[in-house]
């Protein structure tokens, strides 16, 4: 590899510009393959944006992932450092994807008409990353897996996760073993199930949320999660209002009711018990 180094001094050096094949960077990033992967469905120039925007949020997606299978790893192992490390990650990383709202935020129907016949059936409700996120966070449910069926590889990994436990199970074992009563039903309790809300639980967050000490290890976890579940709660509600307004109560491209569909979903909050434990501390 050569350098061109300029007579006038070493702060003018420049890059590297020879290289046998393809460049490092692109080795390393495939930033070709990743800006090819582009192919929209109409001729309307705004089509391009929505499509991007999509991709972008389903690599958000794809690190968070990511950041909470390491988060739930090091819980099992009583690493909280590490699960606290990455669950800070991934609250930068869920402000990052809230942001990609921005270019979709204010469609109007005029605007999204325009290509939205041209999706056909597609929807996001058939994101299985997102699934992922949402089986993570505890809202099980084997019948979405359905829409996988014909992709292999992507329905053994949703029936893996739909199987291991979530984040939350793994916090609460975790509360278990620091000898906090949560009950046995829920550390026993049917996996591939969607997580439901149990008083004692919320009474073992409303003890840790007690503790006078605001910087104790348990405390910031609680924290940490509450970040989380604001934040996913804030994606949810993004896209209810973009929704509402670039198609009003329009049914939706994936079959639903849409708007109606999508209030109901948003209004679940995430952790229940780590907001209902702070109306007893
Ligand atoms: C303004 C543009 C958008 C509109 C109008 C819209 C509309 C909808 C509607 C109506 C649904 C309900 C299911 C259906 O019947 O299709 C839905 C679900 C969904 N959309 Fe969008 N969407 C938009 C942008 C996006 C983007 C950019 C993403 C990013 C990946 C996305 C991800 C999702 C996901 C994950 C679901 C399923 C939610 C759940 O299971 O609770 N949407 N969308």
């Not at 073993?177 to 439901?196: A, F, I, M, N």
Request: net charge negative; proline share 6%.
């Amino acid at each position: 590899m050569s350098q061109f180094p300029d007579a006038s001094g070493a702060g003018s050096v420049t890059p590297n510009l020879d290289f046998a094949g393809t460049t490092p960077y692109e080795d390393y990033v495939q930033a070709d393959v990743l800006t090819h992967l582009q192919h929209p469905l109409s001729d309307d120039p705004g089509e391009m944006v929505f499509l991007v925007t999509t991709q972008v949020m389903e690599l958000w997606f794809t690190v968070i992932v990511h950041e909470w299978e390491t988060a739930s790893r090091a819980l099992r192992r009583d690493e909280v450092p590490v699960a606290m490390d990455a669950l800070k990650r991934s609250v930068r990383e869920l402000d990052a994807l809230n942001a990609s709202w921005r270019p979709l935020a204010q469609l109007t129907p005029v605007q999204f008409n325009a290509y939205r016949s041209a999706l056909g059936e597609g929807s996001g409700f058939q994101s299985a990353m997102y699934r992922r996120m949402e089986f993570l966070l505890g809202e099980k449910s084997a019948s979405m897996l359905v829409p996988h069926r014909g992709a292999p590889r992507v329905h053994a990994e949703l029936e893996k996760a739909l199987h291991e436990p979530s984040l939350y199970d793994e916090v609460l074992r975790l509360l278990a073993r620091r000898g906090l009563p949560v009950p046995q039903s829920v550390l026993d309790r049917d996996l591939s199930q969607r997580y439901e809300p149990s008083p004692e639980v919320e009474g073992v967050w409303a003890e840790v949320y007690g503790n006078e000490d605001q910087d104790a290890e348990l405390v910031r976890l609680g924290e940490a999660l509450t970040d989380v579940g604001e934040l996913v709660w804030r994606w949810r509600n993004d896209h209810l209002v973009a929704t509402r307004r670039a198609m009003g109560a329009k049914a939706g491209t994936g079959g639903s009711a849409g708007v109606a569909w999508l209030e109901k979903r948003a209004a679940k909050n995430v952790f229940p018990e780590l907001w209902t434990a702070r109306s007893h501390v």
